[in-house]
């Protein structure tokens, strides 16, 4: 097999794919290698870690038609390092792969690419929105998932169609987030249950596609394709708990901050957190009080007040300040509602007049 | 299922022998055999990776070793099936020393595809005499879903297990037949998404949703009773989903002949297939009943405890559960085994009282039952009308209140205690042919409790 291609098409798609094809993977060495199939002026790349599959395309110039596999990691930092070239030729022959350009000149050994996997296709009719939208959906939410793995449910995004909204949602059960996306089309999947790592993959790689995303879903596999570039990721067969029913409707006390001073408050009571990264939390709406503490028996004690427009009852309150401060960048709104019942219940976090996005963080026990 | 396993391990060992460990270690973990089915074996792959590789590139190679091993293969399918069930028990519970509380999620884990809850399971229900032609009939339809006894309906009082029942139908096809679509509403959820469906004025996709399922399940049907307009649908998609060979299976706390605005005409397709009454368990069942449920929750309770329980709560499972439940909390406090006289004093509340009515109310509620003078119950009169009331009157403060023979007649009017050892006699005997007379006896007993 012989084509020759632009190097910066070729290293932006490796790149994306990278991830994939990088895991050592001692079972099935073939997994960590890109397959490159070369055929009618196209370059398909194949990577995938059987829990993730992923399918690019760039355009090339094919001289003889022909497949390899090359061990990823090299291939990226191979081309990732070469200087001021432009175009790069392939030469594929005898468990090995020829590099050219004007200055350099690599073999690279391969694996059989006969063992690499097929990647699955997703037999359903899809349904297109905006990849940012399907992107921002994960972003919002996938952090807020457990990374142990022993209650599957909980260390995955859980992805419903409500009506006309796409909903994401995900929890370890300390804290929970949900984001609403609006669709153009609606369409009724059920719900699935997609792994968090996987999620975290595919915004790494979807990230900045301008265009529509057409989504496929089936019982067991959620397909993206977008441009040239196909996703399939595997779906976990578990059930997500009913977490509607823990919202609250109604509060006690409510605070409107800005979300600026929020933020920088939460940097600030950082620096004096223990090792429980404890954040207290005093909100007296009659006195017009409303401060940050933070204490640590070693480093000293931080008191921060914070300007914000109170309503209802007194409470004295203490979270896990990571918890707080990982839903900031998902609220886009300038000002943000914190939402309070009692010293045992979930603190409620959402954008003041955004409805698509809500945070809940449970307290810390005293 | 052991056949398979062994055909399935052997197949697996010819297998290794002729790939590469980590060819062999990639594709073939974690595969069995779901089910062999008149020919055709199926196997179990855990995602769609290997279900392409398999049937792509070792397709031929697996059905040329399992026809070595069994020479009745045809043909092999795979199907996508999360790993062995029993391997996810063997995960460690994780101790949580987190000081951060946990949100509120638990038990809720209901799936929400199905409306299943897993935990009720035909393993985990207690068959007893009392439920044993329901569970036969569940079974049937386990084994033939649509083909036999289509529509299953249940009928039984508060707290039999109806609801366990069904459910278990449901859990146990969605696990032997994947591909079928399960699906499991209670009737008010029904009415509701038919309302909304109204509301929205998106009927077709309310009719579409229910329509593409292979089993529905619906629970409480009697909560449809003079709703006109859901019971409408529901027979349309009855005709629908029954017409298709798809179950239907329903549970009432009546007969569909006794809930009342019922239309005629669901009534008479409810009737179609298969009705089973759970009734109230028996002693025995009861007993059985609470022993697997207190092993359930890790307690041990002594036989007379047992017999204690079940003798004063007689009706409903789930008040059985309920003094399972304060008897285990306060176990947990103690730390001990509770005796009798804990057990007695813990339940006082939770049993129900014996109604006490004195002889002259039962006398006046059965009176006024035959529309009927209450004095003439107490006459010596020997007149065919009074006769039957008084013989009933008996039978009833014998059965129902247990008082002796000798008091019943010094009751009813200075009588001999052979005159009402008689009439107690008289009206079993006639209620075991006559179904008029169980009615009344029915519901005057209704009347009285």
Redesign the interface.
Known sequence: MKFECIKDKLLDAITKAGKIATNRNPGLPVLSCFLLENKNNRLIIKATNLDIGIRLEVPVKTETPGVVAVPGEVLINLIGNLPETKNIKFEGSNGEVKLTTNKNFATIKTKDPNDFPSIPETKSEPFNMPASDFVNGLKAVWYSSTQSSIKPELSSVFIYSDSEDLVFAATDSFRLAEKRIKLKQSKDFGNVLLPYKNALEITRILDGEGGDVSVFIDKNQISLSSGGTYITSRLVDSTFPDYKQIIPKEFETEAVVLRQDLASSLKLANVMSDKFNQINLVIYPVKKVFEMKTKNTELGENIYSIDAALSGKDIDISFNLKYVSDCLNSLTADSVSVSLNDVSKPMVIRGVGDKSFLYLVMPMNR | MDDTKKLWENTLAEIEMNTSP??F??WFKDTRILKKDSGAVFLSVP???????LS?KHHGFILKILRGLSSDIRSLEYT???TDPKKKQE????VRT?????????E??????DNLN?KYTFESLVVGPFNELAYAASQAVVKQPGLVYNPLFIYGNTGVGKTHLIQAIGNQIKNSYPEKRVHYVTSEKFAMDYIGSVQANKVN?FKE?YRKYDVLIMDDIQFLSSKEKTQEELFHLFNNIHDSNKQIIFSSDKHPNFIPDMEDRLKSRFSAGMIVDIPTPDHESRAAILRSKAKNLGIELAQEVVDFIVSSITTNVRELEGALNAISCHHQIKNKELTLGEVKNLLRHSSKPKKTLSVKEVARIVSDFYNMEENTIYEKTRKKEVIRPRQIVMFLLREDFGISYPSIGEKMGGRDHTTVIHSCEKIKAEMRHDSNLCKEIDQLRTMIN
């Open positions: 980590a060819n270690n990639t995602n769609a990776f290997v279900k392409d590789w792509s996508i099936a999360p995960l460690p519970t994780k987190s000081p951060n509380r946990e949100l509120p999620l638990e809720l884990y209901i799936n929400k595809d897993p996709n949703k």
